[in-house]
Structures are given as C-alpha cells and as structure tokens.
T-cell receptor, first 114, second 113 residues
Framework: DTAVSQTPKYLVTQMGNDKSIKCEQN?????MYWYKQDSKKFLKIMFS???????INETVPNRFSPKSPDKAHLNLHINSLELGDSAVYFC?????????????FGQGTRLTVV | AQSVTQLDSQVPVFEEAPVELRCNYS??????LFWYVQYPNQGLQLLLK??????LVKSINGFEAEFNKSQTSFHLRKPSVHISDTAEYFC???????????FGAGTTVTVRA
C-alpha cells in the first residue's frame, strides 16, 4: 500500500555505466518530481512532470533523462555515471501544479558511483 | 522564486526539553509552507503545513509551527522532545504560482537521554 515507491533502494555501480531508477505512485496524483539529496543532505529539485509533460527542468546535466510513460510513473535514466552523481535520489508526487497540496516522497534511492 | 534559510544546522537537545527550529523564507508572492522530517535512512515525511487560515498549525505528535508573515518565518517548536524525535528536519516553501517546492538546508536534531 506504499504511496510512492522507488526501485532500487540501493544502487552501486561503476563510473561510465548507465542506470535507471523507477518511481511509481498510487495516489492518483498528476504531478511527479525527482529531487537529489547530496552528501550534506541538501535537497534540490531536478525535474517535474505534470500529466506526462515536462514542466520543470533545472540545471541538470543532459546525462540525466526523465521519462514519464503515464501519470503514475516517472523514471530517471542516467548515462555515463560520474563520481559526483553519488547521492540519494527522491521521487515525489502531488496533485495539481498550483493547488495547495503537499508533496509525498518515496523512500529514496541511494546511488553510489565507484 | 522562493528561498528558505534554516538558521540552525544542528540542534542537540536533552529528552523532555523544548526545542525550536528556525525557518525564514524569501518570496515576492504568497506562499505555502511545510515542515518535513527525515528519520535516519528513510524518506521524507510531511510533519505539518501552512496553507491558509490559522497561522498556528499543529501535528499529531506534538510539533507546532507558526506562520509569521511580517517576519517571513515559520519556526517549528515542540515543548518536550523524545529520543524518537532524532531526525533531520526540513523547512520548505512553495509560491502560490510556482510549480516547485524549495527546501532549506535542513536541521539535524539529536535528542539525548
């Protein structure tokens, strides 16, 4: 009955590899997000999709490519992984773009690039 | 655009003592305000939120926060903390006409017996 679920929870990979993180929400929300939490625990938004349309694309290397096959899913694909990509990545969802609702977060994916 | 400043990066506190975590925001438009909590090795959970109406909002586990528009603050308080309140606390803001949630740098609360 998890509201926002991410897989995998942990991901260890070598530099240069390509990896994906999956996110699914069963809340019926129409907006989903990816946030990156660095080693100092600072949270920064990367992307946001509303009804499968990209609406926020912060200054993120183009090695990162989000894909939203439907409103309930937002996956994150990362090409040519670098050491600096090591972080915890959180998926989140909310209802509506400008409505007064909070975002619900997944448990996070801890990515370690070695 | 909005920004959030959490004035304390670390707050050590003894069990059953009160705690206050300070949060100030900057915005040119009206805002929604949130406090999220992150327990060790877990995701973020919403603690409480201010959307409109009463400026004092409360959570079910004893936390409260007060929206002060003139001081652009949303400080979080709890009169008596438990060991289980040890966590990272994030203040967040979203403008009424903004799509994204902006977070502060977080405050680490460590409760000791």
């Amino acid at each position: 009955d998890t509201a926002v679920s991410q897989t995998p929870k942990y991901l260890v990979t070598q530099m240069g590899n390509d990896k994906s993180i999956k996110c699914e929400q069963n809340l019926g929300h129409d907006t989903m997000y990816w946030y990156k939490q660095d080693s100092k625990k600072f949270l920064k938004i990367m992307f946001s999709y509303n009804n499968k349309e990209l609406i926020i694309n912060e200054t993120v290397p183009n090695r990162f490519s989000p894909k939203s096959p439907d409103k309930a899913h937002l996956n994150l694909h990362i090409n040519s992984l670098e050491l600096g990509d090591s972080a915890v990545y959180f998926c989140a969802s909310s209802q509506g773009l400008l409505m007064n609702t909070e975002a619900f977060f997944g448990q996070g994916t801890r990515l370690t690039v070695v | 655009a909005q920004s959030v400043t959490q004035l304390d990066s670390q707050v050590p506190v003894f069990e059953e003592a009160p705690v206050e975590l300070r949060c100030n925001y900057s915005s040119s438009v009206s805002v929604y305000l949130f406090w999220y909590v992150q327990y060790p090795n877990q995701g973020l959970q919403l603690l409480l939120k201010y959307l409109s109406g009463s400026t004092l909002v409360k959570s079910i586990n004893g936390f409260e926060a007060e929206f002060n528009k003139s001081q652009t603050s949303f400080h979080l308080r709890k009169p008596s903390v438990h060991i289980s309140d040890t966590a990272e606390y994030f203040c967040a803001v979203r403008g009424h006409n903004d799509y994204k949630l902006s977070f502060g740098a977080g405050t680490t609360v460590t409760v000791r017996a």
